[in-house]
């Protein structure tokens, strides 16, 4: 289970494959049609679609769902307060692009069933391009919630902006993990999308 943790309350959730699990990190898969789950408000809206000082005023509520996206491989380096994640096409199956998603690093638990990654999204993220260039995405959403750190699950812009920083000297050197490694991986034909979400899923952040 790959899932978002926002002081203390889970965000969404992703039963992912794994596909490797090494000294480098954890690198994970989804499917498309894989069952997901995600917090939205009392009325059934996502944080997206409102303003964040509303969200804060609102109560809370799991909806599941399914994963609509392209298949997504996920890779979450040993340590790091980052994600790197490599989006498809979703007719022709071939690589497009990065998304770095910074984060605090994962809490990993295990309940013998079902175990997983807990980390908290810190919203700002990067899109990279094959040719390596790249910029911020959600600039705009991460200062708004910025000015409400009463509610803010992010203490810190500062170190947030570092740690991309850090990851864009590797983007524009193409170090690993954007030296065309996984680029061309086909996913193995043996790994199965769940039909739903494994009992467990929900248990108590790790955070």
Known sequence: MHRNVR???IGWVRPATVVSDDDRGLLLWIGRGTPVAHEVADDGRGMRAMPFTEWLTRSYQLATGVWAGPPLLMFLPAGADHSVWWFRD?????FTHWYVNLE?????WDDGAVAGVDMVDQDLDILVQPDLTWCWKDEEEFA?????PEGYWVPDEAAVRAEGLRVVATIESGGFPFDGTWCDLVPDPAWTIPAALPAGWNRPPVR
């Open 90 to 94: 979703g007719a022709t199956d071939r």
């Open 144 to 148: 708004e919630r910025l000015a409400h």
């Open 104 to 108: 605090e690093h994962a809490q990993r």
């Open 7 to 9: 002081r203390g309350r």
